[in-house]
């Protein structure tokens, strides 16, 4: 019994940690951080990245091997 015990202690406090966690990711994704990763995301996907990052990428595509 004391190792069933156990097993749900870790169980509740693995609850808790995992709910800390996700507020702590809702207040980053809320704050300045989170927005300003949000919008170099968004960027990037529209390949509104910066020259070096748009080089980069052309180089990458330049070193592929052709399909």
Do not use: Y
């Amino acid at each position: 019994m004391a190792i069933f015990e156990r097993i749900e202690q870790e169980l509740a406090k693995a609850e808790v940690e995992k709910q800390d966690a996700k507020k702590e990711l809702q207040e980053f994704n809320k704050g300045e951080d989170g927005q300003w990763l949000a919008e170099l995301k968004r960027k990037l996907r529209k390949e509104e990245g910066t020259e070096a990052q748009q080089a980069s990428e052309k180089l990458r595509d330049m070193a592929a091997p052709p399909t």
